[in-house]
């Protein structure tokens, strides 16, 4: 599928009903609006942050792709008054000179979706255009009254949304950006990989509960506890024998171990591979497994994947600490978040 098979189905003028998700609405205007076409954002008191939202984020230099600036159109509080909704909608269409007209109408309301539908339809030529967003298909369709609808599916290449935009659009900004290079990938994998395995993976918990964290983890009075100072930590080198062999080939790899066989924190600082030694210990605590999934997720990016990356922290007012994907990608205008 290329964008030619849209470019039938292009209108000068978008109206577009913006409900509370407002990344179908992108959506539509990236595939359907013709180059210097103007889009109407036809919303209500309800969703005007959101409609607002959007004209921002279209009407951007980067974003604008020879468009116009985003028009707004306000129902106030009338999202299911018919005659309201007809009349706002009419008398802009009779207010255009040329081009031509589209709706989509997979935003808003139902009522509005059916009294802009009549509006539009009641000043409508034979090239209007009215367009629905097949979630569950992905596919944008095109609804004739002489025929069959036409379904156009919207392939990952014909429109990418980065993360930050996606969740821009939901009025959400990243506290910083995420990382896109796995720690210690090899590593990960060889843990993830002796997971299949019950006796290894009782190995790795033996050794890293009551032969790591003894030496490193400091256990406080009221049965809390946390990592040691890093004074500490530097100065704790652990034996490796009663681990699996491809965890100590692996440690190795890394340069972590000692000549006496040892796991060294004072060796794994030496690398820069952590900013601080504490975070290693962190890291083998379960952290791994995060970077083993980003890993996975970096090697099929290029066949199938747009964006990705780890560690999304994404602040939310009224609460102390927001919310965090672990492992979140794009492909085309779909999210996948991953918790591990």
């Known amino acids: ?22 990344l179908p609405n992108y959506v539509t205007v990236n595939l359907l609006l013709e ?9 209500t008191t309800g969703t005007e942050t959101q409609a607002k939202r959007l004209k921002n984020i279209l009407d951007k230099d980067e974003e604008r792709k020879g468009f116009l600036p985003a028009q707004l159109i306000s129902l106030g509080k009338y999202e299911s008054d018919a005659y309201h909704i007809q009349d706002e909608i009419r008398r802009k269409i009779q207010g255009l000179k040329n081009g031509k007209i ?13 009294h802009a539908y009549r509006a539009v339809f009641s000043q409508s030529q034979l090239d209007t255009v009215f367009s629905y967003l097949d979630a569950r298909r992905l ?34 900004e990243l506290k910083q950006k995420p990382t896109q290079q796995a720690q210690l990938p090899k590593l990960a994998t060889e843990l993830a990989n002796i997971f299949k395995e019950e006796s290894k993976a009782k190995q790795w918990f033996d050794w890293f509960y009551n032969v790591f964290r003894e030496q490193a983890y400091k256990n406080k009075s009221n049965g809390g506890g946390e990592w040691k100072s890093k004074t500490s930590l530097l100065e704790v080198s652990t034996p490796l024998e009663k681990l699996p062999q491809e965890i100590i080939s692996a440690f190795k790899a890394e340069n972590f171990v000692t000549p006496e066989n040892k796991l060294s924190l004072q060796q794994v600082e030496k690398t820069g ?20 999934v980003l890993e996975q997720v970096k090697n099929i990016a290029d066949k199938q994947i747009e964006d990705y990356g780890l560690n999304f922290e994404i602040p939310i007012k009224g609460t102390r600490d927001g919310f ?11 999210l996948f978040a991953i918790s591990c």
């Open 102 to 114: 589209g709706l989509n109408y997979t935003g808003g309301t139902k009522a509005m979706a059916v």
């Open 273 to 292: 591979t952590f900013k601080e030694i504490k975070h290693f210990c962190k890291w083998l605590d379960g952290l791994w497994l995060e970077h083993y």
């Open 35 to 43: 180059k210097d076409g103007t889009p109407y954002l036809v919303h």
């Open 324 to 334: 965090e994907f672990d492992v979140s990608f794009t492909r085309g205008y779909q």
């Open 1 to 22: 599928m290329s964008t030619s098979d849209f470019d039938n189905h292009k209108v000068d003028h978008l109206f577009l009903l913006i409900g509370e998700n407002p």
């Open 139 to 172: 596919e944008m369709c095109i609804d004739r009254e002489d025929g069959e609808r036409i379904r156009i599916n919207v392939t990952p290449e014909l429109l990418e949304v980065k993360l930050a935009r996606l969740f821009q659009l939901h009025g959400l």
